[in-house]
């Protein structure tokens, strides 16, 4: 069912039709006039359409940096996920191998006739550990890979967080300089 809400925006009545609830529509208005004033606040000197324009580039960046931190964050799950399975393949075999090395020792008590069969769970007990081994590698190597990518995460966070800081003192020096223009004026 559709609804007609009445919004403002930067000054202009809009109506938003459609079928989400109007305190939704209401709380996207007054984050969107927050950006727009906040924008206008730093850059006086733009027109109406500049600061439109500047806001909606602003909330582009924002949505396709959060887009890509959420693919990797993505990609990271699927990692640990990967982990985990190999955790339990792990597990598994080790329990395989326990269980292969008591039917080995019940072979041996059996004397000849069993001889051919305790041959066979050797060759087998050697493939699991094969395997044992080739999957304690790919967990190591998968242990570093999230290393890698926990230590590259850290680091996007931090120049983020660089980059945040460069964007707050860039105000104040804005600040500053329309005060002391305020003042020469």
Same mark, same amino acid.
Do not use: D, F, G, P
């Given at each position: 069912m559709s609804k007609k809400v009445k919004v403002q925006l930067y000054g202009m009545t809009f109506y938003v039709v459609g079928s989400d609830d109007e305190d939704y529509v209401a709380s996207l208005?007054?984050?969107?006039?927050e950006?727009?004033?906040?924008?206008?606040?730093?850059?006086?000197?733009?027109?109406d359409i500049q600061v439109a324009l500047l806001t909606a580039l602003n909330i582009l960046d924002e949505q396709k940096q959060r887009s890509a931190q @959420?693919? +990797?964050i993505a990609d990271n799950v699927a990692d640990v996920e990967k982990a985990r399975q190999t955790v339990e393949r792990l597990e598994e075999l080790?329990?395989?191998?326990?269980?292969?090395?008591e039917e080995r020792d019940q072979l041996k008590e059996g004397k000849h006739q069993r001889e051919e069969e305790l041959s066979q769970l050797k060759g087998d007990l050697e493939e699991v550990k094969r395997e044992l081994k080739s999957m304690t590698e790919t967990s190591k190597e998968l242990q570093e890979e999230q290393s890698l990518r926990d230590e590259k995460l850290r @680091?996007? +966070?931090?120049?983020?967080?660089?980059?945040?800081?460069t964007i707050v003192d860039l105000k104040k020096e804005i600040s500053v300089l329309r005060k002391n223009q305020g003042h020469e004026s």
């Open positions: 208005a007054t984050e969107l006039n950006k727009l004033q906040l924008i206008e606040q730093n850059y006086r000197q733009l027109s @959420e693919a +990797e080790e329990r395989i191998s326990k269980v292969l090395e @680091e996007l +966070e931090e120049q983020n967080y660089q980059r945040n800081m």
